[in-house]
């Protein structure tokens, strides 16, 4: 009889809920298809009657990005061209002329020509400007031109450049190109081996592998994992690559949907390769996703100290969905949480300013987890350093600079002028700063603070309402000031300025592998981290 009651009393519940849920999805359903067919509407007449003649393709392309990109920067639609694009990124493999090209308006910039690949045999070098491709003029051409130099392996594409005010002309025979995302390792002293892990690709955790066996096999003892300048890429990599160091059957990442079967926890699949060894993973603004989940699991766990300055802050988990006629979807399905239980998402992209630009999450709203051993870490602004170093951390003015491309411009001008016979021994002087100051002024450098921005807000109120002429006088004055504490912020960012010019400028003489080299001796953060692996119980004290 009791069962009989639970069964006439489960099957209204059921009812009901069936009822709401699918009432709620048939809302869904309608909003959708009413927008949908307001949409295709709009589409087909826009393309009917608009006074010139349309591009469909390039209109649809544009209005399905512009609507992503009010959700995240992550979220993105990606067009048969743009797929083939993500593969090499995730692969790293790809046919071309072995270049990281900037493409502007009117030409194509050799941003870094990789050593002996088919630009550099060809002679091309940072900062040479193509203008043509196959008689092809940039300028003009109204697709993507940095699809003009690909092609297939053992073809040939003739170009004509620019180098310091002079034309050339150079033809360069395509290739299969493999980037490594392990593109450095080597030994810094006797003890110390220093790995370089550049994008989370489906090679990473296997070149690390083979970099971490080679290294102890020419002895090391202690390890530096460079995560610097590394965007990220793929979760299950970056759980390989912490797998090296930790047991298996260890939570390594948690992640957490509105879609339940997206809610995965990721543990250590394999047997590590040593579990004891020191080690110091380096990190900066720039290293995110993939490389947050290592040193942020690393740190979590007491496996690693963590030098540098805070990372990028990306917690957001992306999966790619395939569309119709080769095109895809590539759309956030979850937030991921370290071990400790905490995310390091730092931009809030549902709620945002005025400009529509994400809200930094306040720092007063963190949330405060522990370590494996008891420490205390935080969520909410990236992986916080357990020894953070100033000069990793660009600030404002620095950011600007690079924006505008003027340290890498500045080294082109340096790198034909300039001979240096020994770059083991370089370094930027005071003269150069000033000659770089002095670069900046010339190419009209200026930017726009936030101070300098509400004090034109105030200004521009006081016009409106007749006020103004009393606050002129002040009003100048603060301007002025203003204007000197930018001009004093340069001077201020010496030190940093300075290192990112160097750093530029000695890729130019001797490639990355080169400048990876220089770093051994003079980088700041590799000498940090030499002397934190150098003393054992110092080390050790970082972890407790």
């Known amino acids: 009889m009791k069962t009989f009651l639970k069964r006439k009393i489960l099957i209204p519940i059921v009812a009901i809920t069936i009822f709401f849920t699918g009432s709620a999805f048939q809302n869904d359903f309608f909003e959708i298809a009413k927008q949908i067919e307001i949409f295709t509407t709009l589409f087909k007449e826009l ?64 941003v870094e020509p990789y050593k002996d690949y088919p630009a550099d045999k060809a002679g091309l070098k940072a900062g040479d400007e193509i203008i043509t491709v196959n008689n092809i003029d940039v300028a003009t051409y109204k697709e993507d031109t940095g699809d003009l130099l690909k092609g297939a392996a053992n073809s040939t594409v003739n170009v004509t450049y620019v180098r310091q005010g002079k034309q050339y002309q150079a033809t360069i025979k395509r290739s299969e190109i493999e980037i490594d995302a392990v593109p450095y390792f080597s ?36 390890l530096i994992l460079d995560l610097r300048n590394n965007p990220g890429g793929l979760l299950h990599e970056a759980v390989n690559v912490v797998n090296l160091f930790v047991p298996k059957g260890q939570l390594v990442v948690t992640t957490k949907s509105k879609v339940k ?22 990190i900066n603004g720039k290293s995110a996703s993939a ?11 007491d496996r690693a100290v963590i030098v540098g300055s805070r990372s990028f802050g990306k917690g957001l988990v992306q999966r790619p969905k395939k569309l119709t006629y080769g095109t895809q979807l590539k759309v956030t399905i979850s937030r991921y949480y370290t071990p400790s239980g905490r995310c390091i998402q730092a931009l809030d992209y549902w709620n945002r300013d005025e400009e529509g630009n994400a809200i930094r999450i306040d720092k007063n709203k963190y949330n405060e987890f522990k370590t494996k051993n008891g420490r205390t870490v935080f969520d909410g602004g990236g992986v916080l350093p357990d020894e953070q170093m100033a000069i990793t951390k660009n600030s404002i003015i620095t950011e600007e600079i690079l924006n505008d491309f003027l340290i890498f ?48 807000n105030v200004h521009e109120m006081a016009v409106k309402e007749a006020l103004d002429d009393n606050i002129k006088q002040d009003y100048n004055k603060l301007l002025e000031n203003l204007n000197n504490a930018k001009t004093l912020a340069i001077d201020e960012n010496k030190s940093q300025i300075l290192a990112l010019l160097t750093d530029e400028i000695v890729k130019r003489y001797v490639y990355r592998e080169g400048l990876y080299d220089y770093y051994k001796t003079h980088n700041p953060e590799i000498k940090k981290a030499t002397d934190i692996l150098s003393n054992l119980n110092n080390y050790n004290g970082y972890l407790r």
């Open 291 to 301: 490389s947050e989940i290592v040193s942020g699991s690393l740190q979590d766990l």
């Open 261 to 282: 079967k997206f809610n995965k926890t990721y543990y250590t699949q394999k047997e590590p390769l040593d579990t004891d060894i020191p080690l110091v993973v380096l």
């Open 409 to 456: 411009d500045y080294a082109t001008t340096y790198y034909y002028k300039n001979n240096i016979e020994n770059i083991e021994n370089f370094a930027l002087t005071d003269n150069d700063f000033k000659a770089f100051k002095t670069y900046l002024k010339s190419n009209n450098f200026t930017f726009t603070t936030e101070t300098e921005k509400a004090l034109n």
């Open 187 to 222: 030994m810094i002293n006797d003890k110390v081996g220093y790995i370089v892990l550049s994008k989370f690709n489906s090679k990473i955790s296997a070149q690390t592998a083979y970099a971490i066996k080679d290294l102890k096999a020419q002895g090391a003892k202690r």
């Open 47 to 110: 393309n009917m009657n608009y006074v010139d003649d349309t591009n469909p393709a390039q209109l649809m392309d544009t209005a399905i990005k512009s609507m992503l990109d009010d959700l995240d920067p992550y979220t993105k639609y990606y067009n048969e061209q743009d797929v083939e694009a993500e593969r090499i990124r995730q692969t790293g493999d790809y046919t071309g002329i072995g270049a990281k090209v900037r493409t502007l308006k009117d030409k194509l910039v050799i």
